[in-house]
């Protein structure tokens, strides 16, 4: 069965600081993995996505997130927080076949002036 | 070309009463799926709809249920309204069936209040 953890409901970095938001998967089987963003009164919005190929995955408004598979970790981050990347992100697991597609109950990133 | 569409955007009900939501998918996308979000449970699978048929089932009881017709254009229907059942719901589509290494594309939602 597949799961997904994220680690901190709530995560509060000062603006121009590293952005980490954890996430770890539980799949028998090689899993696609996928970070969503949700604005206020908005749907969500896909950031990046691991499928196949290199671990490193780069997404939009300069966030990216490395697959490791020894850790079942695929966390994400960005070098500098800015001030519009407050909201919240979902992480993601499903694989082929399975016809499921499981989400992370969310982390919501502060960035403080 | 147009994103998902979700109708209404904001709803209030009483308690007994029930609701139906409307989803039009992006052109082209065969799946919709079906999301609620509330504060304290996140994001809850409903059901995933592919070519008129239903794929996949989360654990809502049948007072939530759904179609797809022809057109991609998916509903969903709660009858007899909890206060519980106050939250965001979202529908997202995608090419194929959404556990097929596809991106969701989501609406914005329909936001439910029971009173």
């Known amino acids: 069965a597949q799961s997904v953890t994220q680690l901190g409901s709530h995560v509060s970095v000062s603006e121009g600081a590293l952005v980490l938001l954890r996430c770890n998967y539980s799949?028998?089987?090689?899993?696609?993995l996928f970070w969503y963003v949700q604005y206020p009164n908005q749907g969500l919005q896909l950031l990046l996505k691991y499928t196949t190929g290199a671990t490193l995955v780069k997404g939009i408004n300069g966030f990216e997130a490395e697959f490791k598979k020894s850790e079942t970790s695929f966390h994400l981050t960005k070098p500098s927080a800015h001030m519009s990347d407050a909201a919240e992100y979902f992480c993601?697991?499903?694989?082929?076949?399975?016809?499921?597609?499981?989400f992370g109950t969310g982390t919501r990133l502060k960035v403080l002036a | 070309k147009a994103g998902v569409t979700q109708t209404p955007r904001y709803l209030i009900k009483t308690r007994g009463q029930q609701v139906t939501l409307s989803c039009s998918p992006i052109?082209?996308?065969?799946?919709v799926s079906w999301y609620q979000q509330t504060p304290g449970q996140g994001l809850q699978f409903l059901f995933e709809?592919?070519?008129?048929?239903?794929?996949n089932k989360g654990n809502f009881p049948g007072r939530f249920s759904g179609r797809q017709f022809s057109n991609s254009r998916s509903e969903m229907n709660v009858s007899t309204l909890e206060l519980g059942d106050s939250a965001l719901y979202l529908c997202?589509?995608?090419?194929?069936?959404?556990?097929?290494?596809?991106?969701?594309?989501f609406g914005e939602g329909s936001r439910l209040t029971v009173l």
């Open positions: 052109s082209g996308h065969r799946s």
């Open positions: 799949s028998s089987v090689p899993p696609y």
């Open positions: 997202a589509s995608s090419l194929g069936l959404a556990g097929d290494t596809g991106e969701l594309f």
């Open positions: 993601a697991v499903a694989t082929s076949g399975t016809y499921k597609y499981i």
């Open positions: 709809y592919f070519s008129e048929t239903q794929r």
